[in-house]
């Protein structure tokens, strides 16, 4: 019961973390570029921070667990959860740099067309995180 509690969480985080980045991109994005308006991409993040970074906690708290379960050994890679969660952890390292990156030299003087294709790389890191999870559950795509 615990673990599926967590897995259930996880997936909740992730529907959170990945459907705002898909709103972002698809709905905000878009406009924010026709206008060339930066308050846009802006009043979005300050809203959609209050549940997207809590989302990504848990997420990382979450996947830390799941991986001590199914991938106890994790530079094992003959094993398939080891190879599924050593992308996720790629992913998650390529998200966190963006973040950065984003936070401190993009976002302080506004540059909305660099911070865009962050946006858009990020939004594409998130949907493939999911398609990684779904993979490792459902016998492997991979």
Do not use: Q
Request: aromatic share 12%.
């Amino acid at each position: 019961m615990g673990l599926k509690l967590i897995i259930f969480l996880h997936i909740i985080a992730a529907t959170i973390w990945t459907g705002g980045h898909l709103i972002l991109s698809l709905v905000y994005l878009p406009k924010a570029l026709k206008l060339n308006d930066f308050s846009i991409i802006e009043s979005f993040e300050s809203k959609y921070e209050r549940i997207g970074i809590p989302s990504l906690i848990i997420l990382i708290i979450t996947g830390i667990y799941i991986t001590t379960v199914y991938a106890p050994r994790l530079f094992d890679f003959n094993d398939h959860y080891t190879k599924h969660i050593t992308i996720k952890l790629g992913l998650l390292l390529c998200t966190i740099a963006l973040a950065i990156h984003a936070r401190f030299f993009l976002i302080p003087k506004k540059k909305l067309k660099p911070l865009a294709y962050h946006i858009i790389i990020v939004t594409i890191l998130s949907v493939f995180f999911v398609f990684v999870g779904f993979s490792a559950r459902s016998g492997g795509l991979l």
